[in-house]
T-cell receptor, first 113, second 114 residues
Framework: SQQGEEDPQALSIQEGENATMNCSYKTSINNLQWYRQNSGRGLVHLILIRSNEREKHSGRLRVTLDTSKKSSSLLITASRAADTASYFCATKDSGAGSYQLTFGKGTKLSVIP | DTGVSQDPRHKITKRGQNVTFRCDPISEHNRLYWYRQTLGQGPEFLTYFQNEAQLEKSRLLSDRFSAERPKGSFSTLEIQRTEQGDSAMYLC????????????FGPGTRLTVL
């Protein structure tokens, strides 16, 4: 079953603008990961943030995590046309012995040149 | 290329036929996962292997589905008596040992059941 929702479901911006996507989840987690998926392709791992971290950066990506609100956000700065893709958050539960990831439904980002 | 590979990339079959997909994980990864993704949805977990042992199975994995990882390296996912509802992208991922579980995905096998 889906863990939660990404918000918005779809986002269209001009090249050079920033894009912010949000993710909510329901359970206690060990970590949260963001993935990118180009149309009809596999998923590319972007960034992992641990439950004891609040913010993480990787290049033009900034991820925040608020475990009290069970939410995360992904910010892509200075967007490029090549950033056009679907973005998914995925959570790993904190329970021992469970290694599956639970994905949201994704945000479809369109960056207009 | 040392990434996760899957074969075939596309499979079209008629309802009632059996299909088998293969996944080759990153060579040093001992954990392997299968997910299914339908249009407009995120991936949904099917099953997980640590080495050759199948340790987790989702309720989505009906008795028509079987997965193996006989030598702890590549894995196969077989669907028997396919149904139109099985049409989806089947994704394989692998990860190394450790608690953070960063998973690396293959390109997927797109199954169409006519």
């Amino acid at each position: 079953s889906q863990q939660g929702e990404e918000d918005p479901q779809a986002l269209s911006i001009q090249e050079g603008e920033n894009a912010t996507m949000n993710c909510s989840y329901k359970t206690s987690i060990n970590n949260l990961q963001w993935y990118r998926q180009n149309s009809g392709r596999g998923l590319v791992h972007l960034i992992l943030i641990r439950s004891n971290e609040r913010e993480k950066h990787s290049g033009r990506l900034r991820v925040t995590l608020d475990t009290s609100k069970k939410s995360s956000s992904l910010l892509i700065t200075a967007s490029r046309a090549a950033d056009t893709a679907s973005y998914f958050c995925a959570t790993k539960d904190s329970g021992a012995g469970s290694y599956q990831l639970t994905f949201g439904k994704g945000t479809k980002l369109s960056v207009i040149p | 290329d040392t990434g996760v590979s899957q074969d075939p990339r596309h499979k079209i079959t008629k309802r009632g036929q059996n299909v088998t997909f293969r996944c080759d994980p990153i060579s040093e990864h001992n954990r392997l996962y299968w997910y299914r993704q339908t249009l407009g949805q995120g991936p949904e977990f099917l099953t997980y292997f640590q080495n050759e042992a199948q340790l987790e199975k989702s309720r989505l994995l009906s008795d028509r589905f079987s997965a193996e990882r006989p030598k702890g390296s590549f894995s196969t996912l077989e669907i028997q008596r396919t149904e139109q509802g099985d049409s989806a992208m089947y994704l394989c991922a692998s990860s190394s040992s450790g608690s953070w579980n960063e998973q690396f995905f293959g390109p997927g096998t797109r199954l169409t059941v006519l």
